[in-house]
């Protein structure tokens, strides 16, 4: 595992951005929602979290034949110590 800051909205724009074609040619959106409000920097497994994003949003969207695939993007707790050193 690898712990180090980088910045959360622009690896969840890499997401988007990699799953939006699979919904070309379909009546389905992929929204991500909320990404103006989390925090620019998160410190954590950069490479791991991404994959863990690919996985259930491209099983959301590859199940879902026609309407929205909606991400909602929130802090549910935030802390000033880490959890991994």
């Known amino acids: 595992i690898e712990i180090e800051p980088f910045?959360?909205?622009?690896?969840?724009q890499e997401v988007q951005d990699s799953l939006t074609p699979l919904t070309?040619?379909?009546?389905?959106?992929l929204v991500f929602r909320n990404l103006s409000e989390l925090p620019r920097t998160l410190r954590t497994d950069r490479t791991r979290l991404k994959q863990i994003l690919i996985n259930i949003v491209?099983?959301?969207v590859k199940f879902t034949p026609s309407g929205t695939?909606?991400?909602d993007c929130e802090v549910v707790?935030?802390?000033a110590t880490p959890i991994l050193q």
């Open 58 to 60: 491209g099983n959301a």
């Open 69 to 71: 695939v909606s991400v």
């Open 77 to 79: 707790r935030a802390s």
């Open 7 to 12: 910045d959360l909205p622009a690896m969840i």
């Open 24 to 29: 070309a040619n379909r009546p389905l959106q």
